[in-house]
């Protein structure tokens, strides 16, 4: 039987989601932190087998951590 992800646990954009949930920013994968994200992607829900996006307003890669399943 699968374990359920841990809430808090980080994925990159590009990465597979393994687990419906809400997904949080978390930082750019590059270490920067600016320009930030507008407030609307600064959380998003994500389906299994959905990839993980980049900033839409940016087009930068980033983290995304695990706020809440659904």
Do not use: N, V
């Not at 959380?43 to 890669?61: D, H, N, Q, V, W």
């Amino acid at each position: 039987m699968a374990t359920a992800t841990q809430i808090g646990t980080r994925f990159k954009t590009g990465q597979d989601c393994i687990e419906s949930g809400r997904y949080g920013f978390d930082g750019y994968t590059d270490g920067t932190s600016t320009p930030a994200p507008q407030s609307h992607e600064k959380e998003i829900p994500l389906s299994k087998g959905e990839k993980f996006p980049p900033i839409r307003s940016t087009g930068k890669a980033c983290w995304w951590k695990l706020l809440q399943r659904i």
